[in-house]
């Protein structure tokens, strides 16, 4: 549910930003992107942790990764830099969705090992 949720943020800042959006529905995109984000992360470095996942560090790191961008995608647009914009939307969704079927999966498949 939570990545359905992130994806459909980031498709719906990139489409309020092609329309035309005005400014506070824009900031308010990336409010809720932001805490987002940093809900689910938290949820799921917490599960990394509970289980002992080995790859934590590098998870971490992604998730920081992430984080950098979406700061500097407000920075951006806050500066009134909106070139880019679109682009950078676009990388953030593949991001998630690689995050989604790779990493998320990994942790999941060494959860489940667990188990057996």
Do not use: C, P
Request: no cysteine; charged share 35%; hydrophobic share 40%.
């Amino acid at each position: 549910m939570q990545h359905k949720q992130l994806i459909g943020i980031v498709n719906e800042f990139d489409q309020s930003f092609r329309r035309g959006a005005k400014r506070e529905a824009m900031v308010q995109a990336l409010d809720s992107l932001e805490e987002h984000i940093d809900y689910h992360f938290t949820d799921e470095e917490r599960f990394m942790r509970e289980i002992g996942y080995d790859r934590l560090d590098l998870q971490l790191r992604a998730h920081e990764g992430l984080k950098r961008q979406v700061t500097r995608l407000r920075e951006e647009y806050e500066k009134g830099e909106t070139t880019g914009i679109s682009e950078m939307a676009a990388l953030l969704s593949q991001w998630l969705l690689r995050h989604i079927m790779i990493d998320d999966k990994a942790i999941g498949k060494f959860a489940d090992a667990l188990h057996q």
